[in-house]
T-cell receptor, first 113, second 113 residues
């Protein structure tokens, strides 16, 4: 069965630090990949997605993610984080066979002002 | 995009009782999804609800425990039956497509005592 692994459960950074959140998935076929974000007290919302084409995708608020097929990875990055990036981040995968999305356990990011 | 509301936003229930969670969408959608997010865990898909047909349940979830209704294209309910403390969780409704984007409701936080 497909699965998604997020390496860090809780990350604490200072403002202006660089961010990289790891995500690996297990599925050998074609995948659609997502990062969702949940800010405190808000709904889960899409941050960025990869379907095909350029493996480096850019999302909202300066986030980007790189799909490395050989590593089954889709890591999320941001060069300089802000206090407002404090949130929980979920990596997710869809295998194109159906409309199901498999989520990772999430990474809770805390930015110190 | 879609705007989703859920009722109730939170509830505290006694063991052995049932709770029905409502999900309302501001536009007509074909597929609606119900997820569970247990403390410290990822979002787990409970079932997919299409209007006019029986809901499709994921492995580990059964209709007797989580009956779902989908009377029209903008509304669905999920009932958590014969509750136990293990059912304490956040229950989320979502709509959309895994191929494009899923939109999530605010969730219902259930505590079973």
């Amino acid at each position: 069965a497909q699965s998604v692994s997020q390496h860090n459960h809780h990350v604490i950074l200072s403002e202006a630090a660089s961010l990289e959140l790891g995500c690996n998935y297990s599925y050998g076929g074609t995948v659609n990949l997502f990062w969702y974000v949940q800010y405190p007290g808000q709904h889960l919302q899409l941050l960025l997605k990869y379907f095909s084409g350029d493996p480096l995708v850019k999302g909202i608020k300066g986030f980007e993610a790189e799909f490395i097929k050989s590593k089954f990875s889709f890591n999320l990055r941001k060069p300089s984080v802000q206090w407002s990036d404090t949130a929980e981040y979920f990596c997710a995968v869809n295998t194109n066979r159906d409309d199901k999305i498999i989520f990772g356990k999430g990474t809770r990011l805390h930015i110190l002002p | 995009s879609a705007v989703i509301s859920q009722k109730p936003s939170r509830d505290i229930c006694q063991r052995g009782t049932s709770l029905t969670i409502q999900c309302q969408v501001d536009s007509q959608v074909t597929m609606m999804f119900w997820y569970r997010q247990q403390p410290g865990q990822s979002l787990t898909l409970i079932a997919t609800a299409n209007q006019g047909s029986e809901a499709t349940y994921e492995s580990g979830f059964v209709i007797d425990k989580f009956p779902i209704s989908r009377p029209n294209l903008t509304f669905s309910t999920l009932t958590v039956s014969n509750m136990s403390p293990e059912d304490s969780s956040i229950y989320l409704c979502s709509v959309g497509s895994a191929v494009y984007e899923q939109y999530f409701g605010p969730g219902t936080r259930l505590t079973v005592t």
